[in-house]
């Protein structure tokens, strides 16, 4: 059996490590993830799914460091002697001595169609980019960021409605079953990686909670995309009355209106732009849920007419 030791931290990681779980040929040794961090209203220590994955099958979480490089870390984890390494989504980028501990390797399962959109949130790139097509790429990790040679890749259709959060749940389980698919041809040789082209190259950047705020200036459509691709987090939003008005769905209409400006528009909720107009179709005020346009209209009728952003 192959040691391996999975490094991975997002909801999107699980499947892949699941998968290796479920393989016969495969023997997970311990999990790297990041720290737990405080989440939700009350702020409570949380650990990441990957963790939550990994003491559930009963294997050791044996690493959380803020970084790799950390006192003992390495030698923490060279003390299991892995054959190979695979990661998927773990949030650092891997030294040189880690890189060359497995023999095998290190693998990495990446949600995009390399060398377009290296990084840290290719999914929510791909969507605010408008790109009709996105996928998966395994490849060989190197000291670069995401600039390893491939070893496979498999695309997947962008929908139309897709936000972050559906699109990563598909590409969670394209990946898994690729990395399963990929894994035994390249240990046995059957695979030779080949370098990523020199054109086509993408970077995007991790996303920050400022980037999700709505610039009304903006076209309708690039501000349609902002909704999908920031949802589940940080969430689009512009601001309402002095606070913070997150918006969960949308839709674009042609028509033109002062930019921010609310109006009532063929019995819907639309809101001007720099081009055409955005149906509100969900909205949520801070410490409340997020509602239906209409059942957010029935607490706050004054909604129409205002200016957001100001």
């Known amino acids: 059996m192959i040691r391996t030791v999975f490094m991975g931290t997002p909801e999107i990681a699980v499947p892949s490590l699941q998968a290796l779980l479920d393989h016969p040929d495969f023997h997970v040794v311990g999990v790297v993830t990041q720290p737990d961090r405080k989440a939700g209203r009350g702020r409570k220590l949380t650990p990441p ?6 003491l559930a099958a009963g294997i050791p979480v044996i690493l959380q460091p803020k970084r790799l490089h950390e006192p003992n870390a390495f030698e923490t984890l060279a003390a299991l002697q892995p054959d190979l390494i695979v990661v998927t989504a773990y949030g650092q980028i891997l030294r040189p001595n880690v ?6 390797g290190c693998v990495n399962v990446h949600a995009s169609l390399l060398p377009r959109w290296r990084g840290a949130s290719p999914i929510t790139a791909a969507i605010l980019a408008d790109d009709p097509l996105t996928g998966v790429t395994i490849m060989q990790m190197d000291e670069g960021m995401d600039t390893g040679p491939i070893l496979s ?29 990929t894994l035994p041809c390249y240990l046995e040789g059957k695979i030779r990686p080949r370098p990523q082209p020199t054109e086509g190259v993408t970077i995007c950047r991790l996303v920050k ?3 999700a705020r709505i610039d009304w200036t903006r076209p309708a459509a690039e501000i349609e995309r902002m909704v999908r691709a920031y949802q589940p987090w940080p969430g689009a939003f512009t601001t309402w009355a002095g606070q913070p008005l997150k918006i969960g769905a949308a839709s674009v209409a042609e028509g033109e209106a002062e930019p921010g400006r609310v ?14 107009l955005l149906i509100i179709e969900q909205a949520q005020l801070p410490g409340k849920k997020m509602l239906p346009i209409d059942a957010f209209l029935r607490g706050r009728p004054d909604f129409i007419g205002t200016r957001l952003g100001e």
């Open 99 to 104: 890189l060359a501990l497995p023999k095998h």
């Open 153 to 181: 890749q498999q695309a997947e259709p962008i929908r139309p409605d897709d936000t972050t959060g559906s699109l990563s749940a598909r590409l969670a389980r394209l990946g898994a079953d690729l990395l399963i698919e």
């Open 263 to 276: 109006i009532a528009w063929d019995k819907k909720v639309a809101v001007g732009t720099g081009q055409g």
């Open 49 to 54: 799914p990957v963790k939550e994955a990994a």
């Open 209 to 211: 909670k400022e980037h």
